[in-house]
């Protein structure tokens, strides 16, 4: 099955300085790989995804990128705010869409 | 719209005792999944329904049973609980049809304490 690893499993910036969350999948045929974010006792909510078909994709200061070749996927945060302060997880969808996550960034913004 | 609805939202349980995790979506969305959250080890999959009348196992299957009531309801029970798991459980929907996949939207979780 697929195996996704998630790398830093914390990070810490400064306000207003770039985030870069890096995740591999082991899975081939996987193709969709959404972002997760999760604030403190929260539900994990969707912020950002992308198709194998896709290489690249912005939303405001968000964006995912993807290398099917070397088999990873990356989500940058720029001009970073305290309020991005959470737990991000990236995801691939194996066959029948069942998503296996990473373990999750805990990443720390600080003014 | 309420999207994904959990029920209860914290419980305690003894080791030994049984209880049935509720989760209910309004999105009209075929697939239903429920996930497991330890910390430092992201959400597992325990039991997936991709349609009506189907139910499939996850990653940590073990100890859990499911039932897809009818579109809208998927829920899990614990027959035995055990410390084993304590942790945080969500409920999620998708619009996922064959060949195509589609983020999931996560219900408020359930907070669990297996004494």
């Known amino acids: 099955g697929e195996n996704v690893e998630q790398h830093p499993s914390t990070l810490s910036v400064q306000e207003g300085d770039s985030a870069v969350i890096k995740c591999t999948y082991s899975?081939?045929?996987?193709?969709?790989f959404p972002w997760y974010k999760q604030e403190l006792g929260k539900r994990p909510q969707l912020i950002i995804d992308?198709?194998?078909?896709?290489g690249e994709k912005k939303d405001q200061r968000i964006a995912v990128t993807l290398n099917k070749t070397a088999k990873h996927f990356s989500l940058h945060i720029t001009e970073t705010q305290p309020e991005d302060s959470a737990v991000y997880f990236c995801?691939?969808?194996?066959?029948?869409?069942?998503?296996?996550f990473g373990a999750g960034t805990i990443l720390r913004v600080k003014s | 719209n309420a999207g994904v609805t959990q029920t209860p939202k914290f419980q305690v349980l003894k080791t030994g005792q049984s209880m049935t995790l509720q989760c209910a979506q309004d999105?009209?969305?075929?697939?239903m999944y429920w996930y497991r959250q330890d910390p430092g080890m992201g959400l597992r999959l325990i039991y997936y329904?991709?349609?009506?009348?189907?139910?499939d196992k996850g990653e940590v299957p073990n100890g859990y049973n499911v039932s897809r009531l009818n579109k809208r309801e998927f829920s899990l029970r614990l027959e035995s609980a055990a410390p084993s798991q304590t942790s945080v459980y969500f409920c999620?929907?998708?619009?996922?049809?064959?060949?195509?996949?589609?983020?999931?939207?996560f219900g408020s979780g359930t907070r669990l304490t297996v004494v």
């Open positions: 999620a929907s998708s619009e996922a049809n064959r060949g195509r996949a589609y983020g999931y939207t």
């Open positions: 999105m009209n969305h075929n697939s």
């Open positions: 899975d081939s045929a996987s193709n969709y």
């Open positions: 992308i198709r194998s078909n896709v």
């Open positions: 995801a691939a969808a194996e066959y029948g869409n069942k998503l296996v």
């Open positions: 329904s991709a349609s009506e009348g189907t139910t």
